[in-house]
């Protein structure tokens, strides 16, 4: 079964709770539209059920965080975020202006929202995202498992629901070295350099990597041994192994939302390909 789930197989649905994911079979349905509601939640909100719930512990530059509810209980958070660097949205949309684009950061569903919820969400997602004036979306998949001592941390993504939702295929992300944790999670380079200048956000990256068993930098100041934050983390990162892997880029998707003709008409700055159909080779860590 480790194998036929590490494919992200499209006769099932991943969900979340606490850090690990779970499947549910597509064919066992179950979800009732009627009983659920997307709408936009404050982003403190989004931010602490992200950051319970989603593998990577952490949360994205947002822009607009939406929840799923059932009744008032929060049972799923998809998050329209602001990507590193602005080639992410003008390399599919080239003809959008600034704040016309989004990235589909974060997409996290419960282990008891019923399977085929996704397709819904991300409808009803496009509507609200049209709008607030967005004509664009992109979304990505990472196709590399993770797995710790024989059990699976994260499975490799390939996009089947994006597919499902007619999300155009671009190819891969800029290929790159990245570093993974113990925990399965990425190190960006955004947040190293976040520890590296002491900008807003490092605290948390340094209690991040204290959490999975690094030295704190405070305990070599009291041991009379002087380090730059840099220094630090890459004392850090090799105290809890963390490893630098080859990564052959993430999955991309892309969306234009808003009215029948603009989605037909808009301008598609990349060549259309092939949906993937599996993942890459696994990483054990």
């Known amino acids: 079964m480790l194998e036929q789930l590490s494919l992200f197989d499209p006769a099932f649905c991943q969900r979340w709770r606490g850090w690990n994911h779970t499947w549910r079979p597509v064919r066992e349905g179950g979800f009732d539209q009627r009983r659920y509601r997307l709408e936009p939640v404050p982003e403190a909100a989004a931010r602490r059920f992200v950051a319970e719930h989603h593998y990577s512990k952490s949360f994205p530059a947002a822009r607009m965080s ?39 950061s974060r997409l996290v569903l419960l282990d008891e929202v019923p399977s085929n919820a996704e397709s819904w969400l991300l409808g009803r997602l496009f509507r609200l995202a049209a709008d607030q004036g967005i004509r664009g979306l992109v979304a990505f998949s990472d196709p590399m498992p993770r797995i710790l001592a024989g059990e699976l941390l994260m499975p490799g993504h390939v996009g089947h629901v994006y597919r499902v939702t007619r999300g155009r295929y671009l190819g891969r992300g800029t290929a790159r070295t990245i570093t993974i944790l113990p925990d399965g999670t990425v190190l960006t380079d955004r947040a190293a350099q976040k520890v590296r200048a002491g900008e807003r956000g490092a605290a948390g990256v340094r209690a991040r990597l204290v959490a999975l068993r690094a030295r704190p930098l405070p305990e070599y100041a009291r041991a009379g041994i002087d380090l730059t934050p840099g220094e630090w983390l890459e004392l850090a990162l090799a105290q809890i192994g963390a490893r630098r892997v080859r990564h052959r880029g993430c999955h991309r998707f892309a969306w234009p939302v808003g009215d029948r003709g603009w989605r037909r008409r808009c301008p598609i700055g990349l060549v259309e390909l092939p949906y993937p159909l599996a993942t890459d080779p696994a990483v054990t860590l």
Request: aromatic letters at 6%.
């Open 66 to 104: 939406f929840g799923l509810l059932e009744g008032d209980h929060l049972v799923g958070a998809v998050v329209l975020g602001v990507p590193m660097h602005p080639a992410v949205l003008t390399k599919p949309f080239p003809t959008l202006g600034p704040g016309r684009a989004a990235e589909i």
